[in-house]
């Protein structure tokens, strides 16, 4: 509760909700137990101010705001890793599948003279623990060459994200993964290896297809699924992709390439008298409008994507009487709106005629017209900020067109004021120019510097700034990351299709050479085995589309306009991969057409 001066009486409001309360919980005090209790205290405000019923009081602890917002993104980036590890997995089983069905009849002539299935079964594991280990090595190797790059490429807002290194807490975790991973990718093969049957293996010799089928069937489940993961990462990717590029093509509502923006913070001496701080903005915008190159220059103490927010309790003049509320506004120079690009809707915006003591004057947007004024003309309307020591009625003489202030967020109702009536020790100076905006940044440097030495200088293009900004720059690094190890992930999974039908065809050699010389159309072996390797890549499709549509609401959050089951880029995704697909699949079917029958028949 707050009491106001708006020049005729003490005016209390309970709408001055830019305060945030930071309590300690006694111990044994869970946050639950905090909430039950804060939420008895909202029902008492509430009896007795029934106008503030529906408010509440919401309990949060201080870990779940700092890491509230970023939480989901690292969880996804910690799925997608996992995913491409289990990728990887898949395909040194199959390679370890392969060397295992290789070395069978070694495995059975040492079984008939007395080795254990037990000490078979650790020799194998131990190989591909060895395999992982040394594989771990040299990844945690490229990790401390790469952590600082990677790093430094992190968007704004990360939490302790300075504080990101490997350690001895990364390596000891490198190294359990190395060997669980060396365990997980050995465990089937090595199974595979030591119970095949010492007789059949002795009765098959040197032919190296016998029992093939079955290894068959298993390395293209495990194909089947580096597809289905694949195509899970793939499409998460292309989500991303088409939800960054609505986010940057939308209507900004004010134009972007030919500004520079500069937030001024006076020193305090520029404060302690209402007549220094606008001195020196106008001899600074009188050196600003003299610098070759410079258009316009206007001035806001509210810049989008700059500066913060100014949510002031706001009292509106509506046809069913005053309306309090919480309302974004600023105070800008006349030239402000022509500068952004901000087209005028209605009356007009302000102009050298508004100035200190003259009838107070605001402009408004369309959202607060659509809120407040519906079906009425707001010219003429009166709103108010219920700020101590500024509290007076100002009359709407315009309406413009709105503007984002946050790309993922629709334009929000808000009003501007005249900056001669308002003026502000901070502002944003706003600087049209004719030529390259950041080739007239160490001018505009100069001229504050010309002004006042002692004034910190920071000047941006402002498309620059919107790029750095979190909305912008997070979904941006996060579409890095997930290309990058979709990339990784789609590459893997093609890897595997052609190592499996390679295999196959070799294995296959003499069967293939006899059907072809026994009139065998080279077209039917072209098409035998690329229809084994699209019906791979089909059960992988269905499988993964299944489980990206189950996993899509994790992803909803994330997402800008786009729906998780997006169908223009799940069909896209699938013609990728069954085009990658089918390239792959190509190489070892246009192989298996050039086996020689004679030299099929001789080793037959």
């Keep these: 509760w707050a009491t106001f001066n708006d020049g005729r009486k003490q005016s209390p409001t309970r709408n001055a909700g830019y305060l945030k309360v930071v309590a300690r919980l006694k111990p044994g005090i869970s946050v639950a137990q905090a909430q039950r209790e804060m939420d008895a205290v909202a029902r008492r405000i509430g009896e007795e101010h029934p106008e503030e019923v529906e408010h509440g009081i919401g309990l949060f602890s201080q870990k779940e705001l700092v890491v509230a917002n970023t939480r989901p993104a690292l969880l996804l980036l910690l799925g997608s890793v996992g995913l491409v590890l289990l990728i990887a997995c898949a ?336 502002r944003v100076e706003v600087i049209k120019t004719a030529v390259r905006p950041n080739s007239l940044i160490p001018a505009v440097r100069e001229a504050v510097w010309a002004v006042d030495p002692d004034v910190p200088v920071q000047v941006w293009k402002l498309e620059d700034r919107i790029n750095q900004s979190a909305a912008v720059a997070s979904p941006r690094f996060g579409i890095y990351v997930l290309g990058a190890l979709s990339a990784l992930a789609g590459l893997l999974a093609i890897v595997g299709i052609y190592g499996v039908l390679a295999y196959a065809v070799q294995q296959r050699s003499q069967e293939i050479g006899i059907r072809m010389a026994l009139g065998a159309a080279t077209r039917n072996v072209l098409g035998a085995v690329l229809q084994r390797g699209l019906v791979m890549v089909g059960t992988g499709l269905a499988l993964g589309l299944a489980i990206a549509l189950a996993a899509g609401r994790l992803m909803e959050s994330l997402l800008f306009e786009v729906s998780p089951a997006d169908p223009v880029t799940m069909v896209a995704v699938a013609l990728l991969v069954l085009f990658a697909a089918l390239v792959a699949s190509f190489v070892p079917a246009r192989r298996a057409t050039r086996v020689d029958p004679v030299e099929a028949m001789r080793d037959a």
């Design 91 to 426: 395909n040194i089983a199959n390679l370890l599948l392969v060397r295992a069905t290789e070395r069978r009849r070694e495995l059975g002539v040492r079984q008939a003279l007395g080795a254990g299935r037990g000490r078979l079964l650790v020799q194998h594991l131990s190989e591909s623990v060895v395999l992982s280990l040394a594989g771990g090595a040299a990844g945690y190797l490229v990790a401390v060459g790469s952590i600082g790059p990677f790093v430094a490429a992190f968007p704004g807002g990360l939490p302790r994200g300075n504080e990101v290194g490997v350690d001895y807490r990364v390596l000891a975790v490198a190294a359990g993964l190395s060997i669980a991973t060396g365990l997980a990718t050995g465990v089937l093969p090595a199974i595979r290896a030591v119970t095949t049957s010492v007789v059949q293996v002795l009765q098959d010799g040197g032919r190296g297809f016998a029992g093939g089928r079955q290894h068959n069937r298993t390395q293209a489940a495990l194909v089947v699924s580096e597809i289905a993961l694949a195509f899970v990462l793939l499409a998460g990717a292309g989500l991303f992709v088409r939800s960054f590029t609505r986010l940057t093509s939308i209507e900004r509502g004010f134009v972007t390439d030919s500004l520079l923006v500069m937030p001024v913070v006076l020193p305090i001496p520029y404060r302690e008298s209402n007549e220094t701080a606008p001195a020196f903005y106008q001899e600074l915008n009188e050196r600003l409008r003299s610098t070759p190159g410079v258009e316009l220059v206007a001035a806001t103490s509210q810049m989008p994507f700059v500066s913060g927010f100014s949510w002031p309790p706001t009292s509106i003049e509506t046809s069913e009487g005053v309306v309090e509320d919480i309302m974004h506004s600023s105070s800008v120079t006349p030239e402000y709106f022509e500068a952004m690009g901000i087209p005028t809707v209605a009356g007009r915006t302000f102009d050298s005629s508004d100035r200190d003591g003259s009838l107070p004057v605001a402009v408004v947007n369309e959202a607060m017209v659509k809120q407040y004024w519906p079906d009425e003309n707001p010219i003429g309307r009166q709103v108010r900020r219920d700020v101590q020591g500024d509290s007076v009625w100002m009359t709407v003489i315009g309406v413009v067109g709105d503007i984002r202030n946050q790309l993922n967020r629709a334009p929000f109702p808000e009003f501007f004021m005249a900056n001669a009536q308002r003026p502000s020790w901070y």
